[in-house]
């Protein structure tokens, strides 16, 4: 637990009403509609709490919501006080600091986002960055993730000799870089690159298998599974999970990390599932019939320490489903 005995500054107090929404979607209270949530204070079959800036003007920074069904109004503190029960402005704001983590962005961050959507790498620019990669010497590194040549040459895996990053194209759309050493990030998009990394020719039997790092789902196809997609970040979790319930009958396996924060999002997606009637999803972890190895953080360590295993899983996986696959009799 966290020691909150400091007092808060009143700007950090007021800063953290802009993020109402944030807090609102990572509890599961949002649907698909824009600034519309399931209410705090009574179940409803359709969601009636409205956000807004107050006065109608982002400029005052103070976000609220409103309730047509039942007339109630709130601040983020007293969606955290009615969710979650915390009473008190500084303990609330201790916790909207937890369940918010690094998910909150600034204006400056926000503004960042908006120039980069501006500046998208060009098909000519991808291509040119990446044709000065090189690609052999990328070939150890990727070895000690587990990931072999077929895989590298079918997703063009490569290397950036003077970043010292690997990299790894989402098709012709730009790319990610995974920085072998440096202290403030690991990864880092190309300039206005907002897809997922996904897999080339997704089976449609198949479910779909969601990973976080796009190595995690790099590893999902080298042990053999034709079906994944990266969220890049697990706070992307809920929205890709919509996106594909709302757009295809397919399963959807979870492969979160095996960490708190990977736990925690699983569960706030069951509860939204359960919130809002979407199918359930499967968790990945579940369906390995050995007993996990705790000291794996992630796939890409499974597929290094227990490749084998998570081959069986993946192949019973299509077995199960009837996927494509060669089967000998006997
Ligand atoms: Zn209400």
Not at 26 to 35: F, P, Q, T
Not at 173 to 189: A, C, I
Request: glycine share 6%; with cysteine; hydrophobic share 30%.
């Amino acid at each position: 637990m966290k020691n909150n005995n400091g007092t808060v500054h009143p700007s950090k107090i007021k800063e953290m009403k802009k993020y109402l929404d944030d807090y609102m979607r990572i509890k599961g209270r949002a649907l698909r509609e824009k600034n519309t949530y399931f209410c705090v204070l009574h179940d409803e079959k359709r969601p009636s709490l409205k956000s807004y800036w107050l006065n109608n003007d982002p400029n005052t920074g103070v976000r609220k919501a409103k309730c047509f069904s039942c007339g109630a109004s709130f601040d983020v503190y007293d969606l955290v006080a009615a969710l979650e029960g915390v009473k008190g402005l500084k303990e609330q704001y201790y916790r909207l600091c937890e369940v918010l983590g690094e998910n909150i962005t600034t204006e400056e961050e926000r503004e960042k986002e908006a120039n980069k959507s501006k500046q998208k790498l060009t098909v000519d620019e991808v291509e040119e960055y990446l044709s000065k990669c090189n690609q052999m010497t990328g070939i150890p590194f990727w070895k000690e993730r587990g990931i072999t040549e077929k895989t590298i040459l079918e997703y063009r895996l490569t290397y950036d000799e003077n970043k010292r990053a690997l990299v790894i194209p989402f098709g012709k759309e730009g790319y990610v870089q995974r920085y072998l050493q440096h202290s403030s990030y690991r990864y880092m998009k190309s300039s206005g690159l907002r897809d997922y990394f996904r897999s080339q020719n997704m089976n449609r039997k198949l479910p779909i298998i969601l990973t976080e790092g796009e190595i995690d789902a790099l590893s999902i196809i080298e042990a053999g599974y034709p079906n994944v997609i990266s969220l890049g970040s697990i706070v992307n979790l809920i929205n890709v999970y919509e996106g594909i319930v709302a757009t295809t009958d397919l399963d959807v396996i979870i492969a979160v990390d095996l960490d708190t924060a990977g736990r925690k999002w699983m569960q706030d997606l069951i509860n939204t599932c359960v919130t809002i009637g979407w199918r359930k999803p499967i968790n990945l972890w579940d369906c390995i019939r050995q007993p996990i190895d705790t000291s794996c953080k992630d796939i890409n360590d499974y597929l290094i320490k227990h490749r084998s295993i998570l081959e069986e899983c993946l192949d019973g996986l299509k077995e199960l489903y009837g996927g494509s696959h060669e089967e000998i009799d006997g």
